[in-house]
């Protein structure tokens, strides 16, 4: 599914690292860019790249909210809600990003 390209970057990613093992987030995103997201076969093929169980890569993948398993949008509109995030309104920012979009979180 990955193009030769894509895997040559991320084998070269793989070499800027003492352990290639510490390239496997930035692999991911590289991934990511030239499929939109990470389905479960990008998921397989990188982790074989990297020898390791798809496990422990799908792990990683649902771990973090920055990668998609899903299609998603063109524009990804990312909210902090952190605790000093509400204290400065961020539930007033999101309720009124959904009214002007018509959308609710992780609708697109």
């Not at 093992?21 to 939109?36: D, N, Y």
């Not at 422990?56 to 949008?73: K, S």
């Amino acid at each position: 599914m990955l193009t030769a390209k894509t895997i040559q970057a991320i084998q070269e990613l793989q070499g800027l690292y003492p352990q290639k093992r510490s390239a496997l987030i930035p692999a991911l995103h590289v991934a990511q860019a030239e499929v939109g997201y990470l389905p479960h076969a990008v998921q397989e093929e990188v982790a074989s790249l990297f020898g390791l169980d798809t496990t422990e890569v799908h792990a990683l993948v649902t771990f973090y909210d920055m990668f998609y398993e899903e299609p998603v949008g063109k524009h990804i509109i990312h909210l902090c809600k952190n605790a000093s995030c509400m204290l400065r309104g961020c539930d007033a920012v999101l309720q009124g990003l959904c009214r002007k979009l018509g959308i609710k979180p992780g609708e697109t």
